[in-house]
Structures are given as structure tokens and as C-alpha cells.
């Protein structure tokens, strides 16, 4: 298994651009999440996915559009991007599995894509 | 709306000491989960926590979640130069509830 992959690794925009962060993974993981990670800030949640068709928000997802088309894609795009998104982002992928009243999971990130904004 | 507080920022060792990394939240939590990344990594999960007052164990990490359930630690014994990297806590703040992660804590340890 490849787990969780991220393409592309690195990526330079111009303001105003627009483009996508590819992420896919292959455990058949319902859940699939998508972070940002700035100095000294630790990751926060952009958007996260349930199971194919649901999407819903996380702490910081303005600027950012999700869709979850299959269980396996969740691409990340940035409508237009701003200095403010230069960052590393991660895509996650886990499964909840509820086991006596508590639900269990382990989260995988992806090895991340690294975004610069001039 | 809920926050996850770590501390200590950086901690810097000497091989062999001992390290604990502390984290609060301002709510109750339903889980709580600790991951490590290496510089230049990505995150890798080291364990999850759903237990008032649950204490587990890997090797020499020992992790503890408060019977309060809004605290838990993570503490290494006997550091040693693999250990370094920046060791975070996330926690839900119901089942549905988001993952909130906090900043960190950078452990460096010298040889």
C-alpha cells in the first residue's frame, strides 16, 4: 500500500493564481482532512471529509475548496491564492471505528505539499 | 471555541535525561492522540487516549490522559538522539468534533 500520497511536493504561485493539491489514499479510509502547518502554529484543520459527497469545514477554510468525489481523492484547491497560503499542507486519511461506546482511530498524513506565494 | 495549549515550546536534553511534553485543553475532550514529526516529515501518530486517567506505554514513551479528561502528557525516559523532533497533541472535542492540534513541543537532544 502507498497510503496516503500528495502530489505536487513543492509548488511556487503568483498572487492570484489558482491550482489543486492532489491527495489520494488507497485504505479505503472514510475520513480524509486537509491541514496547513506554519511556524510555531502546529497544523489546523482546513476542510475535512466524512465519505464521498460530504465535506464539511474546518478551523481555517476560507480561500479553500474541497470536493470528495471518491473515497480514494480528496483534492485541495486555492481559488486564489494569496501570500498568507504560503505554507506546508498535509492530507490525512483515518478510520473510526467505534468499540465499546468509543470510537478508535489512527490518522496517516501524507509526506505534504510545500506551497510558496510571491 | 475549543484550544489546545502545549508547553513546553522547545526543550533542549542532554542523551539519557529524561523529557515530558504537557497538553491542555480548555474543554473536556472524547479523545486525545499524540504524533511526532521529524524535521523535514510529516507527522507520524504515535497513540491515541479515551480514558479518564488512561496511562499506556511504548517502550520508553509513557502517556497519560487526565481523569478530568482536558490534560494528558507525554513522557520519554532515557532520551536518545532518535527521539528528536516536535511531538504534538491533538484532541476531539466530541465524537464528531474536530481534531484541534497543539503547537508542539521541539525536543533536540544532544549526544
Avoid at chain 1, 491564492?81 to 465499546?100: D, E, G, I, M, N
Avoid at chain 2, 497538553?23 to 491515541?48: A, E, M
Avoid at chain 2, 502528557?73 to 516536535?86: K, N, P
Wanted: hydrophobic share 30%; net charge positive.
Amino acid at each position: 500500500n502507498a497510503g496516503v500520497t500528495q502530489t505536487p511536493k513543492f509548488q511556487v504561485l503568483k498572487t492570484g493564481q489558482s491550482m489543486t493539491l492532489q491527495c489520494a489514499q488507497d485504505m479505503n479510509h472514510e475520513y480524509m482532512s486537509w491541514y496547513r502547518q506554519d511556524p510555531g502554529m502546529g497544523l489546523r484543520l482546513i476542510h475535512y471529509s466524512v465519505g464521498a459527497g460530504i465535506t464539511d469545514q474546518g478551523e481555517v477554510p476560507n480561500g479553500y475548496n474541497v470536493s470528495r468525489s471518491t473515497t480514494e481523492d480528496f483534492p485541495l484547491r486555492l481559488l486564489s491564492a494569496a501570500p498568507s497560503q504560503t505554507s506546508v499542507y498535509f492530507c490525512a486519511s483515518s478510520r473510526r471505528l467505534l468499540r465499546t461506546s468509543v470510537y478508535q482511530e489512527t490518522q496517516y498524513f501524507g509526506p505534504g505539499t510545500r506551497l510558496l506565494v510571491l | 471555541g475549543q484550544q489546545v495549549m502545549q508547553i513546553p515550546q522547545y526543550q533542549h536534553v542532554q542523551e539519557g535525561e529524561d523529557f515530558t511534553t504537557y497538553c491542555n485543553s480548555s474543554t473536556t475532550l472524547s479523545n486525545i492522540q499524540w504524533y511526532k514529526q521529524r524535521p523535514g516529515g510529516h507527522p507520524v501518530f504515535l497513540i491515541q487516549l479515551v480514558k479518564s486517567g488512561e496511562v499506556k506505554k511504548q517502550k520508553r514513551l509513557t502517556f497519560q490522559f487526565g481523569e478530568a479528561k482536558k490534560n494528558s502528557s507525554l513522557h520519554i525516559t532515557a532520551t536518545q538522539t532518535t527521539d528528536v523532533g516536535t511531538y504534538f497533541c491533538a484532541g476531539r472535542g466530541g465524537s464528531q468534533g474536530n481534531l484541534i492540534f497543539g503547537k508542539g513541543t521541539k525536543l533536540s537532544v544532544k549526544p
